[in-house]
């Protein structure tokens, strides 16, 4: 099976990697950082014996180069079983791409979004495609205001842009999954839990709520938080399921309840679709 992989140099997607690999699965990591991209590939080859593995560069915040990425893919591949939408930042002050996007709502939401649009007729090939969205339970803590994901009317706050990158990310995926309910490609998300990575390598600060959290909630290993990730990408029990929101135990949970609201989502659909002129 081919997978596909974003933000596959380190934490998560890192070991996601380097587990389906040693599956005997045929790999296409997306990264930014083509000299960690290269070593990771030649790390995986050699331990696992599988060389069936690419990497491709991207920068996932910019519409023009996600673009240029699934085209690329489509031309290297004529199918794709699996798409784990792994990537995402947490920036530490509001940021315009050159595009003229949030940062964090232009990776963690835009950038997955387009590239799983652009790759849906890669994915229609596959007799059981996977669409793996890597989410977080942080987007409880907000709500998602259509009217301003730019963040350009109210103050900006990394946590709560952060959660609301991931309310759309959920929400989106609820309602692809009603639209393809009738195709062979379930859509899922997760949440991954606290996991213990360099994440949050761009903030300059971490308050003291991230703290007291890390000391109330001990952080799981990277391999443990790609736990449910790599079940969803490969677990035959898995087999069909679409729709839902997983926790780091692999186990069926709950997400806000914002995100179940049909008439949100749709709106929310449409707004994306209008904003990345698909």
């Not at 599956?23 to 990264?31: C, P």
């Not at 959920?170 to 996991?195: E, F």
């Amino acid at each position: 099976r081919t997978v596909l992989i974003t933000g596959a140099t380190s934490g998560l997607g890192k070991v996601s990697a380097v587990k389906l690999a040693a599956m005997n699965a045929s790999l296409i990591l997306v990264a930014r950082n083509e000299a960690k991209a290269k070593s990771l590939v030649t790390q995986i080859k050699e331990q696992s014996g599988n060389q069936d593995i690419d990497y491709l560069i991207a920068d996932l915040s910019l519409i023009s180069e996600i673009t240029t990425l699934a085209q690329t893919i489509i031309s290297r591949h004529e199918r794709l079983d699996v798409l784990m939408n792994n990537v995402g930042i947490s920036m530490e002050e509001r940021v315009l791409t050159n595009e003229g996007h949030e940062m964090t709502m232009a990776t963690n939401y835009y950038g997955p979004f387009l590239l799983t649009q652009l790759l849906l007729p890669a994915l229609k090939k596959s007799p059981s495609a996977r669409i793996v969205n890597v989410a977080s339970d942080a987007h409880k803590l907000a709500k998602l205001d259509l009217k301003d994901m730019n963040y350009s009317k109210k103050k900006f706050h990394r946590n709560k842009c952060y959660a609301c990158t991931k309310i759309a990310m959920i929400s989106s995926g609820y309602h692809l999954a009603r639209l393809l309910k009738d195709s062979t490609i379930s859509v899922n998300s997760l949440n991954p839990g606290l996991v213990a990575t360099n994440f949050s390598k761009n903030r300059k600060k971490v308050s003291w709520i991230s703290k007291v959290g890390k000391m109330v909630i001990r952080p799981v290993s990277p391999e443990q938080g790609a736990f449910t990730q790599i079940q969803l990408a490969s677990s035959t029990k898995l087999e069909g399921i679409t729709g839902k929101y997983w926790d780091k135990k692999g186990e069926l949970s709950q997400s806000s309840s914002q995100t179940y609201d049909e008439t949100f989502g749709e709106a929310l659909w449409n707004l994306t679709l209008e904003k990345l002129s698909l």
